[in-house]
């Protein structure tokens, strides 16, 4: 079944901990993104990569770093410097151009 | 500034009324809109929309893009418990980058 996987589904560290959330995706998608969703904000844009080795930062990028070693994996790892990181994260892909993304079951992170 | 402006943040109707979801927006380089549904963890894509005034619909559920006046409508017909859910309005521009509105969460009451 071709589709988006993010692990965990949920996750809790201390502060001042960084922490990895995985995404891997098996559609052959060259674009992939993620999002975080707080109540009553909608989806903000973290970080997008639409090839290999290359990524760009979007709206809320601060606190955060990606990679793209391979197309099928864009890791997020959420910072000590990101001053509010407990939400829910999405991972989303699609083809290049103006084409549906399509999102991962999501992790919710907690941090105390 | 880009911007997409769901209404209503929130409504609840019965089941078998007929719902409409508004989206509004500003952004440079408009692609496309989108909307997704979302019930507990991910969007589920609905419809993409790039052209004025084409109507596109699947069983119950419908949209339409205006691009004059910048905004875009989904109707919900005979609604059904199942439709309780977040809608969300999302605008692609140039750079390939989705814009996403706060989303409108839709109760449906049996």
Redesign the interface.
């Known amino acids: 079944d071709g589709g988006?996987t993010q692990s965990p589904k949920y996750l809790f560290r201390k502060e001042g901990q960084n922490v990895t959330l995985s995404c891997e995706q098996n559609l052959n998608h060259d674009?992939m993104?993620w999002?975080r969703q707080d109540p009553?904000?909608?989806?903000?844009?973290i970080y997008?990569s639409?090839i290999v080795n290359d990524f760009q930062k979007?709206d809320i990028a601060e606190g955060y770093s990606v990679s793209r070693e391979k197309k099928e994996s864009f890791p997020l790892t959420v910072t000590s410097a990101q001053k509010n990181p407990t939400a829910f994260y999405?991972c989303a892909s699609?083809r290049?151009?103006?084409?549906?993304?399509?999102?991962?079951?999501?992790t919710r992170l907690t941090v105390t | 500034e880009d911007k997409?402006v769901q209404s209503p943040?929130s409504l609840v109707v019965h089941e078998g009324d007929t719902v409409t979801l508004n989206c509004s927006y500003e952004v440079t380089n408009f692609?496309?809109l989108?909307w997704?549904k979302q019930e507990k963890?991910?969007?589920?894509?609905l419809f993409?929309l790039?052209s004025s005034g084409i109507e596109k619909k699947s069983g119950r559920l419908s949209s339409i893009l205006d691009k004059k006046e910048l905004f875009s409508i989904l109707n919900i017909t005979a609604t059904q418990t199942g439709d309780s859910a977040i809608y969300?309005c999302?605008v692609?521009f140039g750079n390939?980058?989705?814009?996403?509105?706060?989303?409108t969460r839709l109760t449906i009451i049996p």
Do not use: C, D
């Not at chain 1, 290049?96 to 999501?106: I, L, N, T």
């Not at chain 2, 390939?96 to 989303?103: A, N, R, V």
């Open positions: 988006i674009a993104y999002y009553g904000q909608g989806l903000r844009l997008y639409q979007g999405l699609s290049v151009g103006p084409y549906e993304q399509y999102f991962g079951p999501g | 997409v943040l692609r496309s989108l997704y963890k991910a969007p589920t894509f993409m790039t969300l999302a692609l390939e980058k989705l814009t996403f509105g706060t989303g």
